[in-house]
């Protein structure tokens, strides 16, 4: 899971990766226009990610899905493996890539088109660091509709063997979380403060060894409920 910021109220700081130079100088440019966004850097490879973290210490990485040397899957699973790793949200061309998937189940937070508007992508950055969900329940639909048929009853194995490890309020909150709910919508339906739904989430994911709530809402899915 992704470390706390120590100061709520310093702005988010983040890192850009993208091998195409005129996307990282339009990124950084866009996003400098938020008062309370802070740009610490931008590289053009994947390879040089957790040298960038290590040195500048981003709350959030914008990360290029296709590079032409370590690509963005692979610079997200080597990140997130790591305790206390910024937030990853990819950047992708087309909704449909194939390898968004992949990135999600590899630790990043969600993911966002590249001619997503200036405001969207701003906002997707802020709701990331309050851990709200990023990816809407249809786009997740989306994407597991790409997945090898095959591997659909392993999968829903495995997803199921990871819920059954909860509690019966634990699973009714993971479920509100695949079903893309903030926190606010979650502590309503359920009767419960954000306080205790953020609580919930926390130990949820602890329990199951994931590093953010969408990998929790694919277990969910995966495991069909």
Same mark, same amino acid.
């Given at each position: ?13 983040? $890192? ?193 060894? $994931? ?6 809402? $694919? ?7």
């Amino acid at each position: 899971m992704a470390g706390v910021r120590a100061d709520e109220s310093a702005p988010i700081r983040v $890192l850009i990766v993208d091998d195409d130079a005129l996307v990282r100088a339009g990124l950084t440019l866009m996003l400098k226009g938020a008062p309370d966004l802070h740009i610490v850097g931008a590289v053009a490879d994947g390879a040089e990610v957790e040298g960038a973290v290590a040195e500048h210490g981003p709350d959030v990485v914008l990360m290029d899905l296709r590079m032409g040397g370590v690509g963005g899957i692979e610079a997200t699973r080597r990140l997130r493996s790591r305790s206390g790793a910024p937030e990853v949200v990819v950047l992708t061309t087309f909704d449909a890539d194939e390898l968004v998937f992949e990135a999600l189940r590899s630790g990043a937070s969600g993911f966002l088109l590249k001619d997503t508007p200036p405001e969207g992508i701003v906002d997707a950055v802020r709701k990331v660091v309050a851990g709200e969900p990023i990816l809407s329940p249809s786009i997740t639909r989306k994407l597991i509709a790409h997945l090898m048929p095959e591997q659909e009853t392993q999968r829903r194995t495995d997803a199921r063997r990871v819920l059954a490890r909860l509690s019966e309020r634990e699973r009714e909150v993971a479920l509100a979380v695949a079903q893309g709910k903030p926190n606010a919508l979650i502590a309503d339906d359920l009767h419960m403060s954000v306080g205790t739904v953020k609580g919930y989430i926390s130990r949820i994911l602890t329990k199951a060894g $994931l590093n953010n709530r969408v990998q929790l809402a $694919l277990i969910v899915h995966d495991a069909g409920l």
